[in-house]
């Protein structure tokens, strides 16, 4: 074999090895058992990117949101052109810290992040909810529908006037979780893909 080859048959393995976190799942997985073991988790950190398209504009960012029962704690890089912050959502309370570790924002009530992001960024999505979506779940206090396919495999989600659409799956953790998802509603487009998710001790 000549060092050119050589050279594309170690780049090639590196590139499937690389992938194998994103094989297809397999079509016999069990969706309610999937569900409740994913319900039993406590804690969890993913990683990764968030495109949002709304009528008062958009941007992207890095994401990294860690999940520790119904506290959330998100970290945004460069959103909108802006430097790291950290959005800390609990039921009745949001904060924001700048990258200084600086607190800046402040709201309370059961709507309290839903209110920050309409009236300082525009746009607005349940992020109670979405904690279970961005799982492949619906929110089990809220009334909703899933849709699958013709292989058996949940292609979307549907709650309180929101879709949310799977286009990818991928093996995280020994669970199979969304590698690619698109929340909608009429006004706000959310496209957010995944590139790491792990359990968390708590």
């Known amino acids: 074999m000549t060092v050119t080859r050589l050279l594309w048959a170690v780049l ?89 570790g600086e607190q800046t924002v402040a709201y309370t009530g059961a709507d309290a992040a839903e209110r920050f992001m309409a009236e300082r960024l525009g746009w ?22 899933r849709r699958f396919d013709t292989s058996g495999t949940l292609r979307s989600l549907t709650q309180h006037g929101w879709t949310v659409n799977f286009d990818r799956y991928a093996e995280f953790d020994e669970h199979y979780l969304p590698a690619k998802l698109v929340i909608e509603s009429a006004d706000l487009r959310l496209r957010m893909v995944v590139r790491g998710w792990t359990r968390d001790a708590v």
């Not at 607005?124 to 009334?143: C, I, M, N, Q, T």
């Open 124 to 145: 607005s999505f349940p992020v109670h909810s979405a904690r279970y979506w961005v799982l492949g779940l619906l929110d089990p206090a809220v009334k909703g529908e």
């Open 12 to 100: 090639l393995g590196t590139l499937l090895n690389g992938c194998t976190g994103l094989q297809k799942k397999p079509l016999s997985l069990d969706w309610d058992a999937r569900r409740d073991a994913l319900l039993a988790v406590s804690a969890w950190s993913m990683q990764g990117q968030v495109a949002i398209k709304a009528d008062s504009g958009g941007g992207q960012a890095s994401i990294s949101w860690q999940q520790t029962d119904s506290l959330s704690r998100l970290r945004l890089a460069g959103p909108f052109g802006a430097g790291q912050v950290e959005l800390t959502i609990a039921p009745a309370l949001m904060t924001l810290t700048d990258a200084s």
